[in-house]
């Protein structure tokens, strides 16, 4: 299904990014990858990963810098013309407004999470379009926080508001070129950004023992979701913000 297709990973830290699962499920698949990343030592790990699975095209991509962003997509556009989908697996908040109480949150850190977390995805979205002539896939990862308070994701539940958001704005709007723009919000999985949650062990507990699957999210759960969504089978979906948690967000009180 998905051989000769081409998609573009952003948020590959290490090999237990949510990112990585998906490239890994895409990979297997028959898919050509390309991966960004934001600094050294992400670069220092993400190279020997991408070169496990025969990728060679890793390129540099602070989502905060517009220049980057534009050299990424003309980059990718001169080596492989287009591109069939994106995934947008990025977040990021300053520790300190996870830590405090949420009525302490800086306007800086306000700025700080919803520029990374939320504007990144129109920031990509907008480029990706020039170059998805045939039309595309494009995914994001959310998480529960957004439409529920839940204790020390704070200023993130805010940003992945604004993200949920943004993927129905986008979906209308790029939806006439036939690229599509859905959103898995997954239960907690253990990785590097989730380990700047304070209380996250707690949070894995609660989460398994509430789940009707009484159990916690995989990476390859989300995975199986996302080749879902960047595949034909889902050609008729678009807007969608769909949960991979084990039924989590199902289960009322009581
Ligand atoms: P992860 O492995 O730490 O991936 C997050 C990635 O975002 C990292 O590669 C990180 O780089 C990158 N990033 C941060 N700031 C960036 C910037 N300015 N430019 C480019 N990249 C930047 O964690 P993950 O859990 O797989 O997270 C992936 C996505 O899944 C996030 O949107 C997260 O909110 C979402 N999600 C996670 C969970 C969970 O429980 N793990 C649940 C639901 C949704 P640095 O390491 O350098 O910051």
Redesign the pocket.
């Known amino acids: 299904m998905f051989k000769g297709k081409k998609f573009l990973i952003?948020?590959?830290?290490?090999e237990?990014?949510?990112?990585w699962g998906i490239a890994k499920a895409l990979h297997d698949q028959g898919a050509e990858l390309a991966f960004t990343f934001?600094?050294e030592a992400?670069e220092k790990r993400l190279r020997p990963l991408a070169e496990g699975i025969n990728c060679s095209m890793v390129l540099p991509?602070?989502?905060?810098n517009d220049q980057q962003l534009d050299s990424l997509f003309t980059e990718i556009g001169e080596r492989w013309g287009k591109i069939d989908g994106v995934v947008h697996?990025?977040?990021?908040a300053d520790k300190a407004d996870l830590d405090n109480r949420f009525s302490k949150t800086s306007r800086e850190g306000f700025k700080l999470a919803l520029d990374?977390?939320a504007y990144s995805l129109i920031a990509v979205a907008g480029r990706a379009e020039a170059i998805m002539n045939e039309g595309g896939s494009i995914i994001t990862?959310?998480?529960l926080g957004s439409q529920r308070s839940v204790k020390n994701y704070n200023v993130m539940g805010v940003a992945k508001a604004a993200l949920e958001s943004s993927v129905r704005y986008l979906a209308t709007d790029l939806g006439e070129k036939n690229i599509r723009v859905n959103a898995i919000?997954?239960?907690?999985?253990k990785?590097?950004?989730?380990s700047g949650i304070p209380g996250f062990r707690e949070l894995l507990n609660k989460f398994a023992e509430s789940s009707p699957l009484k159990r916690n999210t995989s990476v390859e759960d989300v995975a199986g979701a996302a080749l879902f969504f960047l595949s034909p089978w889902s050609a008729g979906v678009t807007g969608e913000i769909t949960y991979v948690d084990c039924g989590f967000s199902t289960v009322g009180i009581g």
């Open positions: 952003l948020g590959v830290a290490n237990r990014s949510i990112a934001v600094n992400i991509c602070d989502v905060q697996s990025i977040a990021f990374v977390s990862l959310t998480y919000s997954a239960g907690p999985i990785t590097l950004a989730a």
